[in-house]
C-alpha cells in the first residue's frame, strides 16, 4: 500500500462521523491535526548511541 493511502490526514478526513454538522467536524480535526507540533518521527531512536557503545565496547573486547 502507498504511504499517502495508510495516512491520518485520510483517516480523519473519511471516517464517518455521526450527526448532522460531519463537515465542520471532519474540517476541525483535519486542521487540528495538520498544526498539531508533535511529530514522532523526528523522535525515532537509530540505535544505540556513544555512551552505549563505550560502556559495551570492554565487554565485547
Do not use: I
Not at 473519511?14 to 450527526?19: D, M, N, P, V, Y
Not at 474540517?27 to 508533535?38: E, F, G, K, Q, V
Not at 514522532?40 to 573486547?61: N, V
Amino acid at each position: 500500500m502507498s504511504v499517502f493511502s495508510d495516512s491520518y490526514v485520510l483517516r480523519v478526513l473519511f471516517t464517518r462521523a455521526s450527526g448532522s454538522d460531519t463537515t465542520a467536524w471532519r474540517w476541525h480535526r483535519l486542521t487540528a491535526s495538520l498544526l498539531d507540533p508533535y511529530r514522532p518521527e523526528l523522535h525515532y531512536m537509530r540505535g544505540p548511541g556513544p555512551k552505549w557503545r563505550e560502556k559495551h565496547k570492554q565487554a565485547s573486547a
